[in-house]
């Protein structure tokens, strides 16, 4: 079955840009969508079909991809951005998910 | 706006089965599919299979065959999830979300509030 790797946390300064990765065979083919869920919260879509933004979802989110890797970039990080992020992708008519990955915004 | 409204939490022993239902409002119920996703505590998103509200046609995540089963009631634009045999490691939080149909790859543009689901004799 399709896997996705996350690293479990990530940690990034205030107004400084963080990086978050998900890994999966080919997946950048398969344009991989982002969720922010803050704690006791539901998740929220941030990035859909590789690089697209919601509405109302900052500009400072930003997707990503090449090669196995996926990545959400998020450019001058608020305090506000502190949150688990998963990602998702669609393989033979299954979605998956990654772990999740915990941004800790010092 | 969009909103997906689940069922309050519930408290199940062991072997029974549980339906948590999902109701929405602020667009046309039939126009997109109605997913399952489950988070056990302090765990990653899993997900349990999607619903078409217009056709009714469903498709279940192998880990759940057999033991999961979508519904809906389109004249109170309602989805329903039910899961049976319950053990304690189906304790988790039991979300609805919606994706917009024929659209792929799959993405949940909208979810509901999220159902607390225990397991315990």
């Known amino acids: 079955s399709y896997e996705l790797t996350q690293p479990p946390s990530v940690s990034v300064s205030s107004g400084q840009t963080a990086s978050i990765t998900c890994s999966g065979d080919?997946?950048?083919?398969?344009?991989a969508c982002w969720y922010q869920q803050k704690p006791g919260q539901s998740p929220v879509l941030v990035i859909y079909?590789?690089?697209k933004r919601p509405s109302g979802i900052p500009a400072r989110f930003s997707g990503s991809s090449s090669g196995n890797t996926a990545t959400l970039t998020i450019s001058g990080s608020q305090a506000m951005d502190e949150a688990d992020y998963h990602c998702?992708?669609?393989?033979?008519?299954?979605?998956?998910f990654g772990g999740g990955t915990k941004l800790t915004v010092l | 706006q969009v909103q997906l409204v689940q069922s309050g939490a519930e408290v199940k022993k062991p072997g029974a089965s549980v339906k948590v239902s999902c109701k929405a409002s602020?667009?046309?119920?039939?126009?997109?599919?109605i997913n399952w996703v489950r988070q056990a505590t302090g765990q990653g998103l899993e997900w349990m299979g999607w619903?078409?509200?217009?056709?009714?046609?469903?498709g279940y995540a192998q880990k759940f065959q057999g033991r999961v089963t979508m519904t809906r009631n389109t004249s109170i634009s309602t989805a329903h999830m039910e899961l049976s045999g319950l053990r304690s490691d189906d304790a988790a939080v039991y979300y609805c979300a919606r994706s917009p149909t024929g659209v792929l790859p799959y993405y949940f543009d909208s979810w509901g509030q999220g159902t607390l689901v225990a397991v315990s004799s």
């Open positions: 602020g667009y046309t119920f039939t126009n997109f599919d």
């Open positions: 079909q590789g690089r």
């Open positions: 080919k997946l950048g083919n398969k344009y």
């Open positions: 619903m078409n509200p217009n056709s009714g046609n469903t």
């Open positions: 998702q992708a669609w393989d033979s008519s299954t979605v998956v």
